[in-house]
DNA sequence: TTGCGGAAAATGTGATCACAAATTAGAGGC
DNA sequence: GCCTCTAATTTGTGATCACATTTTCCGCAA
């Protein structure tokens, strides 16, 4: 027997706990869902229900609704045409595009961020990549996941774009879930720490430097982790 | 007095007309405020509210709903700290970032196209180019919007692309608006016709050739159009 | 004419409901 | 045991409701 908490008769019950500002229930969701996505606790094949959802999180169906569709406009999650949602699983066709995407549009970003963007913290980024190491040796894959997008978008974020930023957003959203799946399978020690180098790049106000170290790093560490194979079935 | 259509009562009326198959709404929504976007009917600055457009399409705020947060999520409207919705104004700044992530994407798209799409019919490409010269010739801005979009499009989905693709369509959203509002503002005459240039390249199989086009066609065109004024306010 | 209040209307948000379609579970027959 | 058909449950969808917040509108005073 627990709270018992039915959530809301029929009237309003008036900040039951806390909402505070408007639209506060669906940022919570969305915070969520994204969070978990990005780090892989959404495993590919994994189907999504509302009711689930919204349960897991306690709130109503209509927070979830509405950031399920967010979600699914940028392919983070995929609406089958019963209507049930799921997170999409990998192809090997997919894999290749969006490399050829991060590669585009990552190191512009990153050189866009060291012209422009005046508030990268070298010192931050280096710490953040000593726990990414420190990580990589416990072996916590979900920590990795969050540190290694933390370091990335350290950067990018620092670019002020409106445009790329958004777009590379979605990209991770959709292959986070995947890379997820197959850390561990294989050997996380890439032969180059090409984050260093980006640091090095980055303190010497070299665009040329970083976007090569960016553009090492996702090929590298997409060419390490993927491939390996993509009928990944995890089912539940 | 007049039909006095509540659209249901608490119960559901069963098909009024027709809703055929799974998130029929939805989808009419959806393509309805995205064809509004593409075509310029919905100007930068204007406020779009959800019992408004529900009204509009004849159908509850329910799936409207939806698609505002599909859109916004794509960024092709823009939701304020205060709920309110409005399609995004352009600024200097995000039209300099569009340019370029077109830059970046597109080409690459029509290269990708070229190489495995063998469904690309130069023939209606032509066709379709006709049109846009007669619809220019006319003033009808907003048959050009679609033409122009239709033309490369034609060109994209030939791809196949699942990646790629959607991140450009997230583009085209985001500065549709804008550019109809400079339409006819600025001389539509191109210098050259780089469309019937792209038609070349693709009857003749040259990739980089239909990359050039491409990238000279986005250059020319934004450069020409964008770059007047930015602060277009045409409120209501 | 120009501010300034305050009432009235409009708007987004979260919740619940009703229903159809789909999935799952289960019973029965081969 | 395995397949099949049916019943029960689950799930997404569209609609409506209640409410807080915001905006709009109108009258009144300076």
């Given amino acids: 027997m627990e709270t018992d908490k039915p959530a809301g008769k029929a009237t309003r019950e008036t900040s039951p706990a806390i909402l505070l500002k408007r639209g506060g229930m669906r940022a919570h969701v969305d915070q969520a869902v994204r969070s978990a996505l990005l780090t892989g606790r959404f495993i590919p ?72 963007g005046a508030r990268l913290d070298a010192r931050q980024l280096e710490k953040i990549d000593l726990e990414i190491d420190a990580s990589l040796g416990t072996g916590d894959a979900e920590a990795y996941m969050a540190l290694n997008h933390d370091f990335h978008f350290r950067i990018y974020e620092a670019s002020r774009s409106t445009i790329l930023l958004p777009l590379v957003e979605s990209l991770w959203l959709q292959f986070a ?60």
């Avoid at 406009?73 to 997170?87: D, I, M, S, T, Y």
């Avoid at 192809?91 to 060291?114: C, G, H």
């Fill in 45 to 116: 094949g994994k189907a999504v229900t509302l009711r689930g959802l919204a349960q897991e999180l306690g709130v109503s169906p209509m927070p979830v609704r509405e950031v399920i569709q967010r979600l699914a406009a940028e392919h983070a999650l995929e609406v089958l045409p019963n209507g049930r949602v799921q997170v999409p699983r990998m192809t090997a066709s997919r894999f290749d595009e969006v490399l050829k995407a991060r590669l585009l549009l990552e190191p512009e970003l990153a050189a866009m961020a060291l012209e422009t």
């Fill in 177 to 236: 879930p995947f890379m997820r799946t197959v850390y561990g399978r294989v050997g996380t020690a890439h032969l180059v720490d090409w984050h260093k180098e980006a640091i090095k790049a980055i303190r010497g106000g070299s665009a040329a430097g970083l976007r090569a170290a960016m553009a090492s790093d996702i090929r590298e560490g997409m060419g390490l982790l993927g491939r390996s194979s993509f009928a990944v079935v995890e089912d539940e």
